[in-house]
């Protein structure tokens, strides 16, 4: 029978800064404010690389794709950096290109189940251990990291 370990836990409450001051300024200035928090909250200690990685997020990036859009809107222009970040899994691929961890990712949104969703993902990755991350931007920013491995 399959048996699940924990790893390490993180969390970031309403209010609280996200620290990203381990990653290079050049990359820190480029990430959003969802993918500064997603960023803090997967470099959790022990965290081996190769690690799967499961991103989930309700809005994901909903805020920076409106201000993408407005602009649009307003003078027709839209920048191909903001664009790209947009994209949901944008946060989860700069992680691993930063971290150069090659192991599967995903990024998960499902509505008022995507934290259910993203558990459920973990447990069906056939190979860990896996980082769960749940990010979310919206009001003051928060959420958690669970690394997790799996004996068999």
């Not at 404010?33 to 960023?39: D, G, R, S």
């Not at 991103?55 to 993408?68: C, I, N, V, Y």
């Not at 946060?91 to 949104?109: D, K």
């Amino acid at each position: 029978m399959r048996k699940t370990r924990v790893l390490a836990v993180k969390s970031l409450e309403p209010g609280e800064d996200a620290d990203v001051s381990f990653v290079p300024p050049a990359l820190r200035r480029r990430l959003s404010p969802l993918q500064k928090i997603f960023f803090h909250l997967a470099n959790i200690e022990g965290s081996p690389t190769p690690a799967n990685v499961v991103f989930a997020s309700r809005d994901g990036e909903d805020a920076l794709t409106r201000k993408t859009v407005a602009r649009f809107i307003e003078d027709g222009s839209a920048s191909p950096q903001c664009f790209s970040a947009s994209v949901y899994n944008a946060a989860p691929g700069l992680w691993s290109v930063f971290t150069g961890n090659h192991a599967p990712y995903t990024a998960i949104a499902a509505g008022k189940d995507t934290v259910s969703a993203a558990f459920s993902e973990a447990l069906g990755m056939e190979a860990g251990p896996v980082l769960v991350v749940y990010a979310e931007e919206t009001g003051s920013g928060h959420g958690f990291s669970v690394l997790f491995d799996f004996d068999d």
